[in-house]
């Protein structure tokens, strides 16, 4: 039993040794433009998801869902959003199509089928180790609830709000 305990801690050891190595080697890739193994993309989605059940809002939406509101959420979202998820005509701009982990063109692949609280989170905090920075420090919560009422609702936006996005051009030269 000894002899077997001695052989699970030298093989912990062993393979601990070998990671820490492969890191300080740089055999673990970290360019950007390289796609990431299947344990890093396992980890951070089941990282990311538990975190998201643990911390995303689950109560209704704060802020009421008017034209100026989502109008509001537009503009914020053509200032500070669209350079990596996109503009109306979902377009990729030079900068998102050099991003990786590539940002979702919410035109394309829009987020209306995600809780508004998950949608809260990931602007408010952002996405460790992806290009999606967090916002707490310069955007209000009432900004990023009118983004939300935006991003949830751009399916089917008022034709107030509808022109406003269709105003949203892609960056891309």
């Known amino acids: 039993?000894?002899?077997?305990?001695?052989?699970?801690?030298?093989?912990?050891?062993?393979?601990?040794?070998?990671?820490?190595?492969?890191?300080?080697?740089?055999w673990v890739p970290a360019n950007a433009d390289d796609k990431p193994s299947a344990l890093e993309t396992w980890a951070a989605h089941k990282s990311l998801h538990?975190?998201?059940?643990?911390?995303?809002?689950?109560?209704?939406?704060?802020?009421?869902?008017t034209d100026a509101n989502v109008i509001d959420g537009i503009h914020l979202y053509k200032t500070n959003c669209a350079v990596c998820h996109g503009s109306s005509d979902g377009q990729a701009s030079n900068i998102a199509t050099g991003l990786f982990q590539h940002a979702p063109q919410l035109a394309r692949h829009s987020v209306t089928d995600d809780a508004?609280?998950?949608?809260?989170w990931f602007i408010k905090h952002g996405v460790r180790l992806t290009g999606m920075?967090?916002?707490?420090?310069?955007l209000t919560d009432?900004?990023?609830?009118?983004?939300?009422?935006f991003?949830?609702?751009?399916?089917?936006?008022?034709?107030k709000a509808d022109k406003a996005w269709k105003a949203v051009h892609s960056a891309k030269m």
Do not use: C
């Open 133 to 138: 920075p967090a916002f707490t420090d310069s």
């Open 50 to 65: 538990a975190t998201l059940l643990r911390e995303a809002p689950k109560t209704a939406v704060p802020v009421a869902l």
């Open 1 to 26: 039993m000894k002899i077997f305990f001695w052989g699970i801690i030298f093989t912990l050891a062993a393979l601990t040794a070998g990671a820490y190595v492969s890191v300080i080697k740089g």
């Open 151 to 159: 991003l949830k609702h751009m399916d089917n936006l008022p034709p």
């Open 142 to 149: 009432k900004q990023i609830w009118d983004i939300v009422l």
């Open 116 to 120: 508004e609280g998950k949608i809260y």
